[in-house]
């Protein structure tokens, strides 16, 4: 962080040239120039992939720290990524304090546990020490509390304060988010004297990207903000008092990180401040987190739809069987009770056999047609798009959708029966059935994640098992119910 000096600096003197001239090329692995070595973002050139495989088979170590510090951050992840496990292994030993920090914060889920297991504890502090505190806890989070406390106590005593500050908060809180490093201004000083103090203070003491200078009163409360770009069109003598502005939100460090990516893409952000509960700036998050949130949250909505978590480059067999097995015997146990409902009409199939093959067309259509519904409505809770009036509103258009649909479909599996069986009735019960499996199926689509989300659990995860089989006992139950009553 900025620290505000006890006094104002002398501002006297002439305008100094901000501007920098635009070099002829862009340095290496700054991702502004094609490079041979990516042939495309996160696609490895296969002969730069083999010289590095080569590279590795002769413990090159300058070839593989070049490779990996000059390529972008996340394309050295995606290099390191495209080894084999055991060669991964291998890289990350030979590399161990070379790894790029920014590389380590690109890779996976399980490859960067991978990588914190092959890293020694001095090579993981100094990677820590050259982060900022979000991405410094992000990794530390991953650790064990033991090994956690080793790796601390090789940074310095401030890093090491931020750190802990930030593994205090949630693990999906604003707080763990923000970062401790930012630029404040007191609201008496000018544009000159706050350019003049960012240019004498050490350049480490400020973050690497800012978009905003948060003004503040001698208690530390924010009171408003200036974007830089507008603090570099003014003239050296305006008051920040002048040209601030109210923050557009003011984050508190509990809140979920879903709920921040929300006001961000809500109201255009590149940045937003941290405050606690007295108005006192604490930290600020920046746009880069925020894109990395909303890709994460929305991968986890649709991984959890299907029952399944992200599989990495390197996940094993076994954890993949981990991670699906338990969804896969839940859908086992949501089978057998459909298996029970198909029972209970055990003796009208025996005596029309076109029952039973008819009944995956009624389950597999309207069991479609609640997924189509279910993701609907998860999307737009995660968008805020369903709240007061707007929930009525959705469930009518689900209905009337359910209902359309539902006759389209019908009417063409009616014809598709009586093509095939020559039994008009037979079509009636299809089609009957189908409609009113159509709209329960809309219905219940979004419906259930709805009220899941009213009673705190998450509509993603819990909605998928509940709304299928749900659809599938309605179906079988409707259609074999009707064939009894009609056909028989």
Not at 117 to 133: H, K, M, P, Q, R
Not at 261 to 266: C, G, I, P, S, W
Not at 423 to 434: E, F
């Amino acid at each position: 962080m900025s620290d505000i000096p006890g006094r104002p600096p002398e501002s006297s003197g002439p305008d100094r040239e901000l501007a920098t001239p635009i070099p002829e090329r862009a340095p290496a692995g700054s991702g502004a120039l094609p490079d041979e070595r990516v042939e495309s973002p996160g696609v490895i050139a296969p002969s730069f992939m083999a010289r590095f495989d080569e590279a590795l088979e002769e413990n090159d170590i300058v070839f593989l720290r070049s490779a990996v510090t000059e390529l972008h951050p996340a394309d050295a992840a995606d290099l390191l990524e495209h080894l084999s496990p055991d060669a991964f292994w291998k890289a990350l030993h030979l590399l161990d304090g070379d790894l790029p920090a920014e590389a380590l914060t690109e890779l996976s889920d399980d490859s960067r546990r991978t990588a914190l297991e092959a890293l020694s504890e001095e090579g993981l502090a100094g990677i820590i020490e050259t982060l900022d505190s979000d991405d410094a806890s992000f990794i530390l989070n991953d650790l064990d509390d033991e090994r956690r406390s080793r790796i601390l106590a090789r940074v310095s005593a401030s890093d090491r304060a931020a750190i802990e500050s930030s593994l205090a908060f949630d693990e999906e809180s604003a707080g763990r988010l923000m970062q401790r490093d930012f630029v404040a201004a007191p609201v008496f000083w000018s544009v000159g004297q706050t350019i003049d103090h960012m240019r004498s203070v050490d350049p480490d003491d400020l973050p690497d990207t800012f978009f905003e200078i948060y003004i503040v009163d001698p208690a530390f409360r924010l009171q408003g903000v200036v974007s830089v770009s507008r603090l570099l069109r003014s003239p050296r003598e305006a008051a920040l008092k002048d040209l601030m502005k109210d923050a557009s939100v003011s984050i508190r460090p509990e809140m979920d990180q879903e709920e921040v990516a929300f006001l961000f893409q809500q109201y255009n952000l590149a940045s937003a401040p941290v405050v606690d509960e007295a108005g006192r700036l604490t930290g600020m998050i920046t746009i880069d987190d925020m894109v990395d949130v909303i890709q994460m949250e929305n991968r986890e909505d649709l991984l959890a739809l299907s029952g399944v978590s992200e599989a990495g480059a390197n996940q094993t067999v076994m954890s993949a069987v981990r991670a699906r097995a338990p969804w896969l015997a839940i859908n086992l146990v949501t089978a057998f009770c459909a298996s029970l409902v198909v029972g209970l009409f055990h003796a009208s199939i025996e005596k029309i056999v076109a029952l039973a093959i008819l009944m995956p067309v009624v389950a597999g259509l309207c069991g479609n047609a609640g997924s189509q519904a279910l993701a609907v409505t998860v999307r737009a809770i995660a968008d805020r798009d369903l709240e007061g009036p707007l929930v009525v509103r959705a469930i009518r258009r689900e209905a009337l959708t359910a209902i359309c649909n539902g006759l389209i479909i019908a009417s063409l599996a009616a014809f598709g029966s009586w093509v095939w069986f020559q039994d008009p009735l037979l079509s009636l019960v299809i089609g009957a059935a189908m409609v009113f499996t159509f709209l329960w199926a809309g219905l219940v689509g979004i419906l259930a994640p709805l009220v899941l989300k009213t009673f705190g659990a998450d509509p993603a995860v819990a909605s998928s098992v509940f709304v299928l089989t749900s659809i599938d006992l309605m179906g079988f139950f409707v259609f074999l119910g009707l064939a009894s009553i009609v056909l028989l």
